[in-house]
Nanobody, 122 residues
Framework: QVQLVESGGGLVQTGGSLRLSCAAS????????MGWFRQAPGKEREFVAA???????DYADSVKGRGSISRDNTKNTVYLQMNSLKPEDTAVYYC????????????????WGQGTQVTVSS
């Protein structure tokens, strides 16, 4: 069982930056792939980024070059740094975890946090 708690969301102006954090419980954190997803009002939850246990990463095209996912296995924490934020980045951002390799489908992640709101003003 893995419990996830996100933090770091907030209101930011277009072009600004935010760093989201996700603290995980459980002794097997280092073996899990971690993902960030987001969901805007009226839209489906979409993949943002993922990182596997060894540090390999994957990014959605919409954030490639602006987002950076990282993890600190000593702190059981995964981060999402988002730069050059745009109004279309406004969404609730969710942290997720799954054993094994990363996937882009949200249905393939069994563990989820409660989400943190990111609002980008124009």
């Amino acid at each position: 069982q893995v419990q996830l708690v996100e933090s770091g969301g907030g209101l930011v102006q277009t072009g600004g930056s935010l760093r989201l954090s996700c603290a995980a419980s459980g002794r097997t954190f280092s073996s899990y792939s971690m993902g960030w997803f987001r969901q805007a009002p009226g839209k489906e939850r979409e993949f943002v980024a993922a990182i596997i246990s060894s540090g390999g990463t994957d990014y959605a095209d919409s954030v490639k070059g602006r987002g950076s996912i990282s993890r600190d296995n000593t702190k059981n924490t995964v981060y999402l740094q988002m730069n050059s934020l745009k109004p279309e980045d406004t969404a609730v951002y969710y942290c997720s975890a799954r054993p094994g390799g990363w996937q882009r489908g949200p249905g393939l992640y069994p563990y989820w946090g409660q989400g943190t709101q990111v609002t980008v003003s124009s």
